[in-house]
Nanobody, 125 residues
Framework: RVILVESGGGSVQSGGSLTLSCAYS????????MGWFRQTPGSEREGVAS???????NYGRSVKGRFTISRDPAKNVLFLQMNDLKPEDTAMYFC???????????????????WGSGTQVTVSS
């Protein structure tokens, strides 16, 4: 089991920046990819960004060029740097881990097994 705890959410004005962190622990030996997802009430959880053990990254269309995912394996921390935030970025943000087996892209929730409880990001216009 992998335990994940997000932090860094908050309220910011449109055009501002935030950096989310996700501290992870437990049995991390099988972790192959890590991802950030977001969800608003009544909507599906949406893949925001993912990063593999080889450093390969993927981004959702709506955040590409504005968000950057990174990882510090030595400290077991995942980051999401969010720049030029827009009101439509308002959501609960979750981090998650995926193993190498499974189907779908690494921006698909189906690939991920362990999840944090989320951190709220609110962007005002």
């Amino acid at each position: 089991r992998v335990i994940l705890v997000e932090s860094g959410g908050g309220s910011v004005q449109s055009g501002g920046s935030l950096t989310l962190s996700c501290a992870y622990s437990g049995d991390t030996s099988a972790v192959y990819y890590m991802g950030w997802f977001r969800q608003t009430p009544g909507s599906e959880r949406e893949g925001v960004a993912s990063i593999g053990n080889d450093g390969r990254t993927n981004y959702g269309r709506s955040v590409k060029g504005r968000f950057t995912i990174s990882r510090d394996p030595a400290k077991n921390v995942l980051f999401l740097q969010m720049n030029d935030l827009k009101p439509e970025d308002t959501a609960m943000y979750f981090c998650a881990t995926a193993e190498s087996s499974g189907f779908g892209t690494y921006l698909s929730t189906a690939r991920y097994h362990f999840w944090g409880s989320g951190t709220q990001v609110t962007v005002s216009s």
